[in-house]
């Protein structure tokens, strides 16, 4: 056991004016199960990079142990597993990776395949098996999530539950509650360590900011009283001062006396205020605003807006899928479930109108407007204006989405390229939210999208209630919108 130190750590990109850490200090147990946990733009990624040492900072971070990061850079793709294996943990014997691998229900004939060959979620589990091997490292993990289908992220986090001594960046919160027993925050103005799970977290950063908005409420009513009795005590003391020079014979030193017992009145009201406002001041400095977000579906004239009967999606002629039937109704919010490759997008893609390779029997209501929202996000460049102009959508509520989405008003002067993976996902979903449809279509809309941001679309759509049919592997998230779950069982 060992400890990690971060004090008083300072960091700014050198092309960036403000600090992304500012006098940071905390220390962490090497033997932990860390979440890390923040909002999209904070800076988690960038905080890994300098414990391994990417950048230049100011302050100190001590540590007596290595750091190994996952996703792990595999140089060449089309050697075999167990030699990629060998470069990742040349201590380890194969025994110990086909232990490793049994635990995470991956088939032991991966390591004679060629890397590429492999899934996503297989390629995710065998680096994760191969780096927990490096022993007396310290594994720092960045979203290891968003390959993995519903099952497979289960598989992970009991997986990571068994393991100890590393750092876990992820914004699903069933999978945290799984596996970690720390989290580490990046707040507004701080950043924060504290015993339990995600859910024990948020359940005492929550309790925490409605304290601090009731005393806020108290404090602000207790400034504005005393403004109140500061302002009348001055007129009251005007008024006396000014009676010493009235006609008539007068006691000036009755007069004077309380005078200066008004004054100092006004003075300790003046003293009671200021720390009433200071006490004030270091409430809310971390409090998340998550403002209501808007969509205006389109109403449709049938009931039907799709059916599936039958289907089985083809890819070089053969079946991806066991055959598939559902219809959509209006109102519906379908969730489709199944393990990655199962055809899942490509369902999605036949209520795009895309053409694609399949049997069965499939049929789309006449002039049905549908709202696309994809995984992919690379073709993502340029600037916002342009994109918004380029997709036929109004930009002042595009970008006023993202604000509300929590962009700053400097993101809109950066090219999208420059964004964060999370960013990028948002300005696809702010561009749905802008386009008036008949059906919202979204392929794991989540992605890489910070937890505050799941909760605020969460709460749009139960609020408006949009027909939907969507990928998303966040079973917190599923379960709060779908209406409907189609089970979709690979061939």
């Known amino acids: 056991m060992s400890m990690i130190r971060v004090e008083n750590l300072t960091f700014s990109y050198p092309s960036g004016s403000d600090n992304i850490f500012e006098n940071v200090n905390f220390q962490i147990d090497t033997d932990w199960k860390l979440g890390f946990i923040g909002r999209n733009g904070r800076g988690k990624t960038t905080f890994l990079n300098l414990l391994l040492g990417k950048y230049e900072y100011y302050g100190k971070i001590q540590s007596s142990v290595q750091f190994d990061y996952f996703p792990y850079p595999v140089r060449d793709k089309s050697r075999l597993t167990a030699d990629v294996f060998k470069e990742v943990c040349p201590q380890a014997e194969e025994w110990e990776l086909l232990r490793e691998l049994s635990y995470l229900e991956v088939c032991e004939d991966v390591l004679g395949r060629p890397f590429f060959t492999l899934s996503n979620g297989e390629q995710t589990k065998v680096l994760l098996a191969a780096l927990f091997l490096n022993e007396g490292h310290f594994l720092l993990i960045d979203e290891p999530t968003n390959h993995l289908d519903r099952k497979a992220r289960e598989t992970v986090s009991a997986y990571l539950k068994r393991k100890k001594g590393f750092i876990l960046v992820s914004h699903d919160r069933c999978f945290l509650d799984g596996c970690v ?46 403004q109140k009795a500061a302002k009348r005590t001055s007129v009251w003391s005007d008024r006396v001062e000014a009676s010493k020079y009235g006609s008539g014979p007068v006691d000036r030193g009755y007069i004077g006396h309380k005078s200066a017992k008004m004054m100092k009145r006004a003075k300790s009201i003046e003293v009671r205020q200021q720390r009433a406002m200071e006490e004030k001041s270091h409430l809310l400095k971390n ?57 899942k997008t490509s369902l999605l893609k036949l209520l795009m109108g895309q053409s694609i390779e399949y049997r069965g029997a499939f049929s789309l209501g006449s002039r049905l407007i549908v709202s696309y929202v994809p995984q992919d996000t690379s073709n993502l460049k340029g600037f916002l204006s342009d994109f918004a102009e380029m997709n036929q959508i109004d930009e002042s509520l595009f970008k006023a989405i993202l604000r509300k989405m929590d962009f700053t008003r400097t993101q809109f002067a950066k090219k999208m390229e420059d964004f964060s993976s999370g960013q990028k996902k948002k300005v696809l979903i702010a561009k749905s939210l802008c386009e008036q449809a008949h059906l919202y279509v979204w392929d794991e809309p989540l992605n890489y999208i910070d937890i505050y941001s799941r909760m605020q679309i969460e709460n749009l759509i139960n609020e408006f209630s949009p027909t939907m049919i969507f990928v998303e592997h966040d079973l917190a998230f599923r379960n709060a919108v779908a209406t409907k779950v189609i089970q979709i069982h690979k061939k």
């Open 181 to 226: 027993d720390h989290i580490l925050s990046i707040n507004r103005s701080n950043i924060e360590v504290q015993r339990g799970n995600f859910s024990a977290w948020f359940t005492n950063f929550q309790r925490q900011q409605e304290f601090e908005l009731a005393q806020n409420a108290k404090l602000k009513k207790s400034i504005d009283n005393m």
């Open 287 to 343: 409090l998340e605003t998550v403002e209501d977000l808007k969509i205006k579906p389109l109403p449709y004239f049938t009931d039907t807006l799709a059916s599936f009967s039958y289907v089985v999606p083809m890819f070089d002629g053969n079946e991806v899928c066991q055959p598939v039937s559902f219809e959509v109704k209006r109102g519906e919010r379908i969730a489709l479930d199944g393990k990655n490759g199962s055809g």
